[in-house]
């Protein structure tokens, strides 16, 4: 039989945190245990810094260059497989719990079921303007705000909307252990995906108190002034609306107490799951994969949120756990592309039939031993860009290439909070070189850059003309047959109650 898959997804989650499993002052109990039984990928990088193209990267295993999701606005197209096509095609049922960030009047993606809406539009109304360099678009544009606002709240926005993910996470996996009995029963792939850690920075009163006395509260590379920074920074600066806000060190040390915080709350529903999929007695048949869409610079440099191929936005945790997965630290650089040829690869699935479809590589081999060669790849072409931006993560180094931009060299070994460019360095211009053949092989860069003005220039006469006149929302519409649920009179009571307990005859 096939493994069930669970998928514990995360937003805006630095992967700095999680050099090993959570870092020794989080109190993270539960995740702290799954990666106690978890292969754990300690150099694991988002795609693109930012949700809904590091989302579409993270289901289809491809890079926003081929889905064309190059910002939070940007179409995910029907036609591209994701993981849950693929699985789907294999006999499992796929369902998605939570955040996906899918733009378009698609909303499913090859899932079977969505148990709730998203959190965030499904229309182009977030689209980025090349055509305006520096400008700022208030109304959804990130700002500082969520820093000076940082603080204590029992409910919010988010809060409301991870405790209904939760609920409906919980609900399902009692609804398929009472099918895991049946002989004919499909192996399942649950996807429950939270809004936090993301900001707002703003916690419940009981995770907030867990660090009151935390030492981590400052920043390890303070504030870098403007003209210090380089320029794509010096853009975040300004995408940030930076000089409308006079950040202290007091909101500094409360927006990262509140992350932390939010980061013990998501590891409280984590703990309420994986408790249900024991007591439900799926657990040993179950791949259980924890991952974020990005990260979040979180003040280091003077940096929050993500949008950058700095360590903080860019490096994120993967773990996964189950049956025949030996537990370790991978060292290894690896990419959230990875995970859609993984899980196709875990399921049993023929993976000749799954490679022309991803720019990703199973990890199966690396777990099994074999070592990776492979290197990581990312791109960014959204706000705070004035033009595409392209990464490559291989060995100890870490190349940065705009072509609006000098070079970046980071040798991440020897500086790995990155504050030595070496791309200038004579000592180091044969590997600038050669990082530079490859992303010449690898991308043609004037095309990336059309095709992405296009796309924006397209969404701009789209996004208004439907807002004019009727309006037809492609936001998703959970629906529940109410006529099918608990008791009615078209259903055997006695059927039912037998058939809706799990375990029976205890």
């Known amino acids: 039989m096939k493994p069930n898959i669970l998928i514990l997804m995360v937003d805006q989650l630095t992967g700095t945190l999680f050099p090993d499993g959570p870092a020794d002052f989080l109190h993270a109990p539960h995740l702290k245990a799954l990666a106690a039984r978890?292969?754990?990928?300690?150099?694991?990088?988002?795609?693109?810094?930012l949700c809904a193209p590091g989302r579409a990267a993270f289901m289809s295993g491809q890079l926003p260059s081929r889905t064309r999701v190059y910002d939070n606005a940007a179409e995910?197209?029907?036609?591209?497989?994701?993981?849950?096509?693929?699985?789907?095609?294999?006999?499992?049922?796929?369902?998605?719990?939570?955040?996906?960030?899918?733009?378009?009047p698609d909303q499913m993606h090859g899932f079977e079921e969505r148990l709730t809406t998203d959190i965030y539009p499904a229309d182009f109304g977030w689209t980025p303007d090349y055509r305006k360099p520096g400008e700022r678009i208030d109304w959804w544009y990130h700002n500082l705000g969520s820093v000076t606002g940082a603080g204590v709240a029992e409910i919010t926005n988010q809060m409301e909307y991870d405790d209904e993910v939760a609920f409906h996470a919980v609900q399902k996996l009692h609804q398929l252990s009472r099918l895991s009995e049946d002989a004919d029963r499909r192996p399942w792939c649950l996807t429950v995906s939270f809004t936090h850690p993301h900001d707002p920075f703003v916690a419940r009163k009981k995770h907030w108190d867990l660090y009151e006395d935390c030492a981590h509260l400052k920043p390890e590379i303070g504030f870098i002034p403007y003209e210090a920074q380089d320029p794509h920074s010096q853009r975040l600066y300004h995408a940030s609306d930076y000089p409308a806000f006079d950040i202290t060190h007091d909101d500094i040390e409360k927006s990262r107490r509140a992350y932390f915080a939010n980061i013990s709350y998501v590891d409280d529903h984590v703990g309420a799951i994986l408790d249900t999929l024991e007591r439900t007695r799926m657990a040993d048949d179950t791949i259980v994969l924890f991952c974020s869409d990005h990260g979040e610079m979180l003040g280091e440099r003077g940096l929050w949120f993500k949008m950058s191929f700095l360590e903080g936005s860019a490096r994120v945790p993967l773990?996964?756990?189950?049956?025949?997965?030996?537990?370790?630290?991978?060292?290894?650089a690896t990419s959230n592309l990875d995970i859609c040829p993984t899980l196709c690869d875990l399921a049993g699935i023929d993976m000749s039939a799954i490679q022309p479809w991803t720019d990703g590589t199973s990890l199966k081999?690396?777990?099994?031993?074999?070592?990776?060669?492979?290197?990581?790849?990312?791109?960014?072409?959204?706000?705070?860009?004035?033009?595409?931006?392209?990464?490559?993560?291989?060995?100890?180094?870490?190349?940065?290439?705009?072509?609006?931009?000098?070079?970046?060299?980071?040798?991440?070994?020897?500086?790995?909070?990155e504050l030595t460019n070496l791309a200038a360095d004579p000592a180091h211009a044969d590997r600038v070189a050669d990082f530079m053949a490859k992303v010449r092989a690898r991308w043609d860069m004037a095309r990336f850059d059309a095709e992405v003005r296009e796309s924006q220039a397209r969404r701009w006469v789209v996004y208004p003309a439907l807002r004019n006149g009727a309006y037809y929302p492609w936001e998703f519409q959970p629906l529940q047959k109410a006529s099918e649920r608990y008791?009615?009179?078209?259903?055997?009571?006695?059927?039912?109650?037998?058939?809706?307990?799990f375990p029976r005859g205890e």
Do not use: W
């Open 38 to 49: 978890s292969a754990r990928f300690a150099a694991n990088y988002t795609a693109s810094p």
């Open 76 to 104: 995910f197209p029907s036609a591209i497989p994701s993981f849950a096509h693929h699985l789907r095609s294999a006999g499992y049922h796929t369902a998605l719990s939570g955040k996906m960030h899918f733009v378009g």
């Open 319 to 332: 773990m996964i756990a189950g049956k025949g997965i030996a537990p370790g630290n991978h060292a290894t």
């Open 365 to 417: 081999p690396m777990i099994d031993g074999i070592e990776r060669h492979e290197p990581v790849l990312m791109e960014y072409a959204a706000e705070g860009s004035y033009a595409p931006m392209v990464a490559i993560r291989e060995g100890r180094f870490k190349f940065v290439h705009c072509e609006i931009d000098p070079p970046q060299l980071f040798d991440l070994e020897s500086d790995p909070a």
């Open 487 to 501: 008791m009615r009179n078209h259903m055997d009571l006695n059927v039912l109650e037998d058939r809706q307990r």
